[in-house]
Every structure is written in structure tokens, then in C-alpha cells.
């Protein structure tokens, strides 16, 4: 029977964390938790401080199984607290773990970032189903991506990685550059620059530039990776030729580095024949839409600078399904039929509520007559909100949607400026929605959800499958 490896040995918690354990000689953890909802025996429980403090609930680690904890030095030991780690401050601790997991790697691992307003979730479970299938793949956990989430996904990556995928974000400025240097990719990926978190910036451009910090994190020659018809593909080149990195472009256009010719588009999927550096093949993607197509494009541009097998890898994305949130498909029972929904309730931004819709409009009327729209704000967009969320009106034109349910307020400006037969039903808030547009679902339909999580769709979403079907089944 083989002996599970630890996560990390005590000495290497000593070496990384430069502290020596209170209260316990030889411990050994299997793996690092932050939440002691779903921390597991055995789990280094680590007592950050952020909407609530970890110190509170470090006996409840213990109680569940928690091998150690790692805490501040002011910590007041309780009683049932076994060994303890005492650092200034355990997220400075989690970092140095992080560190020390991305230094352990062997020379032959290979490591990708990936940044963008829109798409890195999708591109990083992209990556993480096809590297995956060549080797030991670890991949930042749901959108593990900001100042804790990067480095607890690093502490939680074994010595025997072959290949790490790193989701990197940010609202502000100079957010990712420490968090790229931490992962050191050797291939970084910028998804695209849209108009996302203007709250926080003056202008796209200095989004596209806040973006162009992840190239800070590659190495000489390494791999930046563009789309090349946004417009800053330029911008960013250039930041990454100044960087010492290699840019290199992606997209649906011949004049990308890596594109794809014979685009075809259906609500099943689609298919393309991927090109680059004189070789192309055939690729079927099973999740529908441009922006998909996009973004496997972006990860076959990744898959190729890290020098893997790239039609074998990529095979992977003809049976990758859409995450809950971000496109899942679930069939309602709505009396003797069916209607279809379509759940991207987890986040949203102007780029990515277009290509929402353009997904919802390519949804044959055969198939599902009536196609309804359910939004909700989209936030962080500054002074800019009501301009970008009334602009909205030409994609659900575009998509020829059928009716609309709106909620926030500055959704009101879109729903506002639509005809009153594609008026469905408005409200403040999101709690209220839901039963509205219940009343008005009818077999036939096709009901698709999108907003920043900030607005909380994601109740409806859950809702409606209860409502019409436990969970819904799977589309």
C-alpha cells in the first residue's frame, strides 16, 4: 500500500517559513487550508485576516483535523490548539510558502499565467484539462486569483508538478506585478483589454498597462501572449519586447500568430482548424461560442511556447463543459416540455455580456422558440456605467432577443431604452426578479442569466432549477 507524500515536510515549513514550531516537534501537513468549512484532516490551517479574522475559528481548525495552524504571533494559545506556527503576519507566511513551492519545482515544469477583463477562468480550466492530460497538472481553484488566492494556490502545489496554470487578477494598479513575480510563468496570457473596473482607472488604456504587468513575472524569452485584434495588442508587444519577453498574438484573424481558419459556430459547439508555425489541424470545442473559440486559441498559443504536444492536449476541450456560472446548461421541465438555461451569473463585463448574447442568439429557434435575457448589473465601471449598460441595446438587438428582465439600477438605463414588447420586467434588486420571471417561463424557451456576481443572479439561477427541476439536468 503506498504512503501518501506530504504536502510539506516540517522541515521544509521551517525552512520556508523561517519560524520553529510552537507546541509539537515533527509535523507534517497533506495540505493548506484557509476555511474551516472545508478544511481537511491533516490541513495547515492558515488564520488570515480578511472580511472575518481566521484567528477566531483556529480551535475549530484544530477540532477538524487540522495538523497545524499557522497564526501571528500575538496569538494567545487555547486549549485543544496543537502545533503552532507564529509569523508577524500568516499572509506575509502564506506568500513565503508560495514562494517556496514555485522555487521546489523541477527545471523541466513548466508554468502559465493568465490575466484578462475577460476569459481567464475559462482559459485557465481550458489549460488545466489539457495539460492535464500529458502530465501532473495543478490550476488555481475557482477564481483563486487575487493577493491570497495566488499565493494559497502556489503553497498548495506539490514538488512533483509537471505543469502549474495560474489565474492572476486585479482592480487596481500594480495588483498583479508582485503576484506574477511570485508565479514566475514561463508563457503568460493576456485574454483581452475591455472596459472592466474603470472605477479604478482613468482610462482602458491603463487597464491594458495594469495587464502588462503579468509579462513582469516571464523570463527572458518568454512567452506573451496577445490577442491580435484588441485594440492595445500593440501597447502590449511593445511592453513585453521592453520586458525581454517574445509577444505573441492569437485570434480568429490570418494575421495572428496562432488563428484559426473554417470557423464554424453552432449552439452545440464549434469547430475550426487551428494554425501556427506552418502545421494545422482540426479542433472541436464542446463549449459554444466566439469568445470560447477566443480563448482556445489564447491556450493553444500557451500550449505551444511551453513546448508541449499541442493537438494531443488540446483533443481535452472536445469534452470540457461549461463551470456553473459561466455558460453551464441545464434543461427546466416546464409542464409537458422543456426550457433551457443558461447560467453565466458569475460575473460580467460589457465584453463579456456581448458575447453572452451573441451565444444566446446562435441557439436555433427550432430548438428553443423564445429567447429571454435576464441581466443584472455590471459593477467596478465607474462613471462610464450607465453609458456602457445602455450601449447593451445593439447586442440584445443583434441577438434578436425576445424579452429582457432587468435588475440594478444601472440596468435600468438598457431596459429603459428597449421597446415595451421585449419589456419582461424590471427591479431594483435581484431577490425580486426571480419570481417575475418565473411566472412568464413557458416551454420553448431559452433563459440565459448573466451579471457581476456583486449582483447575486446566481439565487435566480438556483432558483429556477429547484423551481422546474431539481438541479436541473445537464444540457
Known sequence: MDVMKPLWTSDELIAALGVAPDGGGNVS???????????QAGDLFVALKDQRDGHDFVSAAFKGGAAAALVSEGYARQPGDRVLFRVSDPLDGLVALGVAARARLSPKARVI???????KTGTKEMLRACLSRLGATHASEKSYNNHWGVPLTLARMSADTSFGVFEIGMNHAGEIRPLTKMVQPHAAIITTVEAVHLEHFSSVEAIADAKAEIFEG???GGAAII??????AARLSDRARALGAKPVTFGLDPNADVHASAFRASDDGSDMTLAFGGESFPVHLAIPGRHIAENALAAAAALDAIGVDVPAALAALADLAPPNGRGARSVLSIGSGQALLIDESYNANPASMRAALETLGAVPRQKY??????LGDMLELGGDAPALHAGLKGAVDAAEVDLVFACGPHMK????????????????ASSSIGPVLADHLRAGDVVMVKASNGTRLGAVVEA?????GKDGAAA
Do not use: C, E, H
Open 29 to 39: 501537513v497533506s495540505g493548506i487550508s484557509i476555511d474551516t468549512r472545508t478544511l
Open 113 to 119: 499565467g493568465v490575466t484578462g477583463s475577460a476569459g
Open 218 to 220: 516571464l523570463p527572458p
Open 227 to 232: 490577442k491580435n485584434d484588441n485594440p492595445f
Open 369 to 374: 422558440g423564445r429567447r429571454i435575457a435576464v
Open 413 to 428: 438605463g438598457l431596459y429603459d431604452a428597449l421597446p415595451a414588447a421585449k419589456k419582461g420586467g424590471y427591479s431594483p
Open 464 to 468: 429556477l432549477k429547484t423551481q422546474f
